[in-house]
């Protein structure tokens, strides 16, 4: 984490084993660390159809995420399944959001659900998480 945003780069692998028909559904949600208590913010998005998203340029996971995967011609066409790697172009991630609520300095996390869901029973849903704490001090 630098004073410009956090480095990224590297590589990202889904082990998720999920059949291929599914329609991957995601959501990012930020929360506030509060007195010894993850507080929820205004920050949410949720997208029906994740595939579709991802490589949308008009979306949010676009700008802060997926324009630096080197290698996304070869991901459009299957969407993550099992295996897959996603190769990322080192970047500094900087996150601004374009709201007139401030925010307040100290730690956030920010929590993204993937959630596979079966075409053929629309119940079925199985959750995988991961979360990320980012603190204005500097320390992760």
Do not use: H
């Not at 172009?89 to 307040?104: A, H, N, R, S």
């Amino acid at each position: 984490m630098t004073e410009e945003g956090i480095s990224v780069d590297g590589n990202v692998t889904f082990w998720w084993d999920i059949d291929p028909k599914d329609r991957l559904e995601a959501s990012c949600s930020v929360s506030y660390f509060d007195r010894g208590n993850w507080q929820p913010t205004v920050l949410n998005i949720k997208y029906k159809d994740f595939c579709v998203a991802m490589f949308d340029p008009k979306q949010f996971w676009y700008k802060l995420w997926t324009k630096n995967i080197v290698n996304a011609e070869y991901v459009t066409k299957m969407c993550p399944l099992s295996g897959t790697v996603l190769i990322l172009e080192p970047y500094t991630l900087k996150m601004q959001f374009g709201i007139d609520v401030p925010l307040k300095p100290g730690r956030y996390k920010i929590i993204i659900f993937l959630s596979a869901v079966d075409i053929n029973d629309w119940c079925q849903t199985e959750y995988k998480s991961f979360y990320r704490v980012f603190d204005d001090s500097g320390v992760q």
